[in-house]
Structure formats: structure tokens, C-alpha cells
């Protein structure tokens, strides 16, 4: 669902966007490619612009199928440690790849950029965090009575940046487009 992209570029300024877009690398991913291996260090996050990717955890087999918008190996990112599943292309996929090594510069030359970085992985971590834990069964499901954020209904801090997340992904995508898949 595009809701998750759009969480963490409604975080970001225009500046931002325009910047992953410059400086990640949109690559084809061919249908059955492994993009994370499960233990192995990643050295990328990535955004998937078109197509499917599968989650893989090798005890368990497919945990999830994730649609465009979707960002993976943000986990490694945050926390140095090495996958706890694979990603692989259902499909010919398209994503667009930053690097660790890009993104922590621009963090160390952009202060105010790391900040609003951190801040969507956090909002995007809590939304699955709480989805899963939905998913497990723990707790009492949310009545319309309460004020607690219902599985598909965006939090009211976040309504405001949805609109202009989706022009910035957008805009996005129009960069790339130019730029060469690889």
C-alpha cells in the first residue's frame, strides 16, 4: 500500500525526496532475485517503486508480500544488525536503493535531514510494530469508541503531509524516470 511511503516522505521536505531520488540508484529487480539475504549485512534500504517483493524467513517460509510504496532493510539500517529475513522479487520489481554509506552523509552534512529521517523510519517501525502485534492476536481490538489508530486509518498528525508526500513521490518517480534502471 502506498501509505508507507507516503508516511515517511510526509516527514520529509521537497528538498529531501529530491535528493533519494537524485542519488539512489533505481535498479530492476528480476523476478526470484534475492535483493536481503537473511544474516547476511546489508549495506542498503530500499523503496519499492512498481511491482512485489516477498518477505523470507528460512524456519518459517513467506511471511509477507509487500506492494509498492513499501521500504525494506530500514531494520539494518537502524540497528547495525544483520536481516532476520529475506526480500525477494515476486516479479519483475523496481526499487529505488540508498546506501548506508549515502544516507549517513547526508545525515553528517544535513543535521535537520537526520532528524526527519529518524523521525519517519520511527513512525514506519511503529505502524508495523503495531501491525503485527494486531496480527498476533495480543490485546482487544480497537472499538470506533476509542482513540486509538485502527490498523488502516492514518493518525491525524500524519492526514496533513499525506497530500504532499504524494506529490513529492511522485515527483520521485518523474527523476527517475529519467534516470537509467540498472
Not at 539512489?24 to 512485489?52: C, Q, W, Y
Amino acid at each position: 500500500m502506498m501509505r508507507k511511503v507516503l508516511v515517511i516522505l510526509g516527514q520529509l521536505r521537497d528538498t529531501d525526496a529530491e535528493w533519494m531520488a537524485r542519488v539512489g540508484m533505481k535498479r530492476t529487480v528480476p523476478d526470484g532475485e534475492t535483493l536481503i539475504t537473511e544474516g547476511e549485512h546489508n549495506a542498503s534500504l530500499f523503496i519499492l517503486l512498481d511491482g512485489r517483493l516477498r518477505i523470507e524467513d528460512a524456519k518459517i517460509g513467506t511471511i509477507a508480500s509487500l506492494g509498492v510504496g513499501e521500504i525494506v532493510g530500514e531494520m539494518s539500517y537502524v540497528d547495525d544488525a544483520p536481516p532476520s529475513a529475506s526480500v525477494v522479487a515476486e516479479g519483475a520489481s523496481t526499487v529505488l536503493e540508498l546506501t548506508h554509506d549515502s544516507l549517513d552523509q547526508r545525515m553528517e552534512s544535513d543535521p535537520g535531514f537526520g532528524m526527519r529521517f529518524y523521525r519517519a523510519l520511527s513512525f514506519f517501525l511503529a505502524d508495523r510494530l503495531r501491525g503485527t502485534v494486531r496480527r498476533l492476536g495480543y490485546g482487544q481490538a480497537a472499538g470506533l469508541d476509542t482513540n486509538d489508530v485502527l490498523e488502516d486509518e492514518l493518525d491525524d498528525r500524519l492526514l496533513d503531509s499525506v497530500s504532499l508526500a504524494g506529490d513529492r513521490f511522485d515527483r520521485m518517480l518523474k527523476v527517475l524516470a529519467g534516470a537509467r534502471a540498472g
